[in-house]
């Protein structure tokens, strides 16, 4: 099991790569000359990071992880309740149309 500097350190290695890829990149654009990409790009790079929380940033890996499996649990009993309800939203109109053509067919 890493530590929880490990994986900052592996973290902060990807980012590294990244940007030394990035500036390869940019280096080989720039030469042929479509730019216009380029500051899509990096607009599209802001306003991503504007998504995250400050809270989130500043949290250690361990709590991120922690929140994250909160997170998909809570979405697991959001989506069984949701399929409970449109179980229940089935069945009760099956029995008004049911009721429906009972009322029909004693007129």
Known sequence: MSTLEDLDDLERDQRE??????????????????????????????????YIDLEILQSSTRDVVNRRRLLENELKILK???????????????????NMDKIENNR
């Open 17 to 50: 790569k990244k940007d030394e890829g990035d500036k390869d990149d940019k280096d080989k654009k720039q030469s042929t000359g479509d730019s216009s990409k380029d500051t899509e790009m990096k607009d599209a790079a802001k306003k991503e990071g504007e």
């Open 80 to 98: 069984s309740e949701y399929a409970r309800l449109k179980h229940e939203e089935t069945t009760m109109k099956d029995k008004i149309k049911d």
